[in-house]
């Protein structure tokens, strides 16, 4: 059974940090691109970064350059977002996606608030 399971958000303050976390299993997580999305209220989603299989290329959001960080560990089967200088606009679902096409796979999603 695959399954993408998201953990680390919350409530932040503005210039607070978070760092989300994807546990990955049942599918080869090595061989799967994987990327963070997010969506606000009344918005569209967004793709926040990516990082290729062995993670030597990275992406990112102009929105979000400089101030978050993607990583990965296929010891873990896990994907990483670090999240600096967080400012109210972040404020979205944060989920994460693997892709190795034509397979695609999406996780539930963990809220992130950032408000004082």
């Known amino acids: 059974q695959v399954q993408l399971v998201e953990s680390g958000g919350g409530l932040v303050q503005p210039g607070g940090s978070l760092r989300l976390s994807c546990a990955a299993s049942?599918?080869?997580?090595?061989?799967?691109?994987m990327r963070w999305y997010r969506q606000a209220p009344g918005k569209e989603r967004e793709l926040v970064a990516a990082i290729s299989r062995a993670g030597s290329t990275l992406h990112y959001a102009d929105s979000v350059k400089g101030r978050f960080t993607i990583s990965r560990d296929n010891t873990k089967n896990t994907v990483y977002l670090q999240m600096n200088s967080l400012k109210p606009e972040d404020t979205a679902v944060y989920s994460c996606?693997?892709?190795?096409?034509?397979?695609?796979?999406w996780g539930q999603g963990t809220q992130v608030t950032v408000s004082s």
């Open positions: 049942g599918f080869t997580f090595s061989t799967y691109v």
């Open positions: 996606n693997a892709i190795d096409a034509p397979s695609e796979y």
